[in-house]
């Protein structure tokens, strides 16, 4: 079955710290994958996207970067955290014509 | 570029009345259209698309939205909102590469 598997569901983390967020699919190849962030109050701000390994777009700079190390793994990091990195990150597979599929999210906490 | 606008921050709506969603979206030809939806600390669920034919599409949880070309619109519809569907919702816009812009979402408060 095709599902989308995002973790840790919740972490804290001090200013200056680093982070890693992992995204994974199964059940498809070379999908495109995007990683989201809410703000409370705020809508979806598209972060990252990638189409294929290896293949990164920023839409907005920040103190995040993201990598597509194999197919079916997206992940976050930061080298060091920051207050406003604080929010709930949300990855997302592409399924086309199917609209989006979401993971279940990881709420930050920057303290 | 497209883009959408959900012109309602926050809906507050008794149990078991109807609940009506806008959505407006800009985009140059003809869009895919999404509604999803957000329970708190959740990911999104896909609530209904349009893609063409019938402009009048249902969904899950007895949702449906009506495409509107003349008006830009594609606005989400439930004639008696149950306690359960306090939510965010979000209205989405796509083209052909599938790449989907969001609104900046409803906030739907459900009242005993």
């Known amino acids: 079955s095709q599902t989308i598997h995002q973790w840790p569901a919740t972490l804290v983390q001090p200013v200056g710290s680093p982070l890693s967020l992992e995204c994974t699919v199964e059940g498809t190849s070379n999908p495109n994958l995007y990683w989201y962030r809410q703000a409370a109050g705020r809508g979806l701000q598209l972060l990252f996207y990638?189409?294929?390994?290896?293949?990164i777009s920023s839409e907005v700079p920040q103190n995040l970067s993201a990598s597509r190390p194999q197919d079916r793994q997206f992940i976050l990091s930061s080298k060091k955290l920051l207050l406003s990195d604080s929010g709930f990150y949300l990855c997302?597979?592409?399924?086309?014509?199917?609209?989006?599929?979401f993971g279940s999210g990881t709420r930050l906490t920057v303290v | 570029a497209q883009s959408v606008t959900q012109p309602d921050i926050h809906i507050t709506v008794s149990e078991g009345a109807s609940l009506e969603l806008r959505c407006n979206y800009s985009?140059?030809?003809?869009?895919?259209l999404f509604w999803y939806v957000q329970s708190p600390g959740q990911g999104l669920q896909l609530l209904l698309k349009?893609?063409?034919?019938?402009?009048l599409v249902q969904g899950i949880k007895g949702f449906e939205a009506e495409f509107k070309r003349s008006q830009s619109s594609f606005n989400l519809r439930k004639p008696s909102v149950h306690w359960s569907d306090a939510a965010e919702y979000f209205c989405a816009v796509g083209g052909n590469d599938y790449k989907l812009s969001f609104g900046a979402g409803t906030t739907v408060t459900v009242r005993a």
């Open positions: 997302a597979w592409d399924r086309g014509p199917y609209g989006y599929t």
């Open positions: 990638s189409v294929g390994i290896g293949q």
């Open positions: 349009y893609f063409s034919g019938d402009t």
């Open positions: 985009y140059g030809a003809t869009p895919y």
